[in-house]
């Protein structure tokens, strides 16, 4: 009998870890330069196509229930985004950040925390609107890199996710 219930809880904990795994297997994104590099879920959709006036581009991760080639609603749909600007004045990030008041992830000045982000010093703070969010600022070189995950409650799978692709994030200056 005890053979019995431990052949169960082995099939059991091995079922649940297959469908984990079978959802999170990692792939892999880099930019042509090198200058960024990260693993995330297989379970997102990446699209690098959005760019940011002149000065930016922006790479975003969403669920790969939005099908490739269908138009994005950032605004209603919960996600993972990486901004990167060209910064080519003398601001410090706080200054540079909260300038940037055409974007709907600015924080206000002095609501910054200090952290630090693939080796390099970095920003931290929430925002919100429609979604929830967090976000991550770091300069390096003559770029800003962006990370933000909007969400809908801090218990959703998105924002875990998000914290993992941070931790495998290496940036370059280039």
Known sequence: MKTFIVILIVLGIGIFAGKYFSQTIAKEYRTEDNSIFFTYPSKYFLDDSFTIDRSGHTVTLTESTIKQGQTLNRDNVPSIAVRV??????????????????????????????????????????????FSGDAFAVEVGSRVYVFT??????????????????????????
């Open 85 to 130: 600007y060209e910064k080519s004045d003398a601001s410090t990030l706080d200054q540079w950040l909260t300038l940037r008041r055409e974007d709907s992830w600015v924080a206000s000045e002095g609501s910054f925390k200090r952290t630090t982000l693939s080796g390099f010093p970095a920003l931290t703070y929430e925002w919100a609107g429609a």
């Open 149 to 174: 995950v909007s969400y809908k409650a801090k218990t959703d799978m998105i924002r875990t996710d998000f914290y993992k692709i941070l931790s495998s994030l290496e940036l370059k200056k280039i």
